[in-house]
Every structure is written in C-alpha cells, then in structure tokens.
C-alpha cells in the first residue's frame, strides 16, 4: 500500500528540548516535502526536497531543519522547539509524469510546545 | 499582500448546487496550480493538477487556470453532502517551491 508515514502523531514538550519528526515514503517518489497548518492560516511549506542531498527553504523555515540522506526518509528536526512552533505538521511526496501528479501525504503529527 | 489570496468562504450551498472556488496570485513564476480538499482532522487530498491555462475535467470537478490574469478556480458539478470540507489551491514554482491560499471550507446541506 502507498503510504506516507510520519512519526511521532503526537508530541508535548518543551521549550528547548531537541526534537525531530520521521517521514517516510514507500514510493520511492523524488520530491518531498514539510508543511505546517495553523488554524485560518492554510498550509505553509516548511522545507522541500527535489531528491537526495537537494534540500530548499519554504516560506517558512526558521527554526527547522531538514535532511534527505535517503530518497525514503526525510526528517523535520526542531533544535530548539519554541511556542510558536506549536502546530500541525504534515509531510508529503509527490511524483510529476506530464499532466499528472501524484501525491501523498501523511497523517500529520500533532506538535505542542510548552 | 499574500502571493496567494483564497476566497475565505465559509460557503455554505444546497445539495445538486454548482460550486466556484477561486483563488487569484500575484507571483508570474508560479507554474504549477493545484487544488486540495482536506477533511476534518485529516491530511490534504490532491483532487486536480495542471500546468497550462484553460480547463481541465475530472468526474464532477473542473480546475481552470487564467494565467493572464493570474486566476484560478475550481468548480464541483452537482455537489454532495460527501463534498464538505476545506478546500485549498496551491501554486508551484517549477523549483517545487509551494504556496497555498488559506483555504474556503465548504458545506454543502441535503
């Protein structure tokens, strides 16, 4: 089965404390790529990945990074986690063959920061 | 001014209705434009993709694109209770760069 996975689904911590979110596809799609969803605000991309060791900024990286060792994994890293970065992160990966696009993404993983 | 700006709804429509959401951008380097529907508590579900200005069909779903006008929309044919949820466009730069409008959430009522 297709699949986006992220992990963990849910996380509390702390301000400071260290943290990185796993996404991984079974796809073995090229482009990856981090969002973050407030309530009112959409979606805004955090990080994107074209393929391995390609990584760019979205509209909204600071205080994320990011690494894609492996075309599968791409994971979100929050050296530093602060309050504002509470929200609801999603990863997805796509494939692009002309006029079609195929995309998934995860279930999201619910971050709150104390 | 946002690069993507997203009729904010709430949009609130009888079953069997014909639905426009619309979105307009500012950004001429946007190639790519797609719209989302995201249900409750769940991740985004790609519903159309295209490249080129014009129409492009899908089922009850019909994604056009004005580039000239810097214009997209997506219309839903015969709207269903099933239907409800939040819609987003989406816009790529041919970099992978993504840009998505706040979203429109729609209900459509039996």
């Known amino acids: 089965e297709a699949q986006v996975t992220q992990n963990p689904r849910y996380l509390i911590t702390v301000t400071g404390k260290k943290l990185t979110v796993t996404c991984s596809q079974n796809?073995?799609?090229?482009?990856m790529s981090w969002y973050r969803q407030d309530p009112g605000l959409g979606l805004r991309q955090i990080y994107y990945?074209?393929?391995?060791?390609?990584?760019d900024k979205g509209d909204v990286p600071e205080g994320y990074k990011v690494s894609r060792k492996e075309k599968r994994n791409f994971p979100l890293i929050l050296e530093s986690p602060s309050p504002n970065q509470t929200s609801l992160y999603f990863c997805?990966?796509?494939?692009?063959?002309?006029?079609?696009?195929?995309?998934?993404f995860g279930p999201g993983t619910r971050l709150l920061v104390l | 001014q946002k690069e993507v700006e997203q009729d904010p709804g709430p949009l609130s429509v009888p079953e069997g209705a014909i639905v426009s959401l619309n979105c307009t951008y500012s950004n001429s380097a946007f190639q790519y434009f797609m719209w989302y529907r995201q249900y409750s508590r769940k991740g985004p579900e790609l519903l159309m993709y295209t490249y080129s200005s014009g129409n492009k069909e899908d089922g009850r779903f019909t994604a056009q694109v004005d580039k000239s006008s810097k214009y997209i929309s997506l219309f839903i044919r015969d709207s269903q209770p099933s239907d409800s949820a939040t819609y987003l466009c989406?816009?790529?730069?041919?970099?992978?760069?993504?840009?998505f409008g706040d979203g429109t959430t729609l209900t459509v009522k039996p």
């Open positions: 989406a816009i790529n730069t041919n970099a992978g760069k993504s840009t």
């Open positions: 997805a990966s796509s494939r692009t063959s002309g006029n079609q696009e195929t995309q998934y």
């Open positions: 796809m073995n799609h090229e482009y």
């Open positions: 990945s074209m393929n391995v060791e390609v990584t």
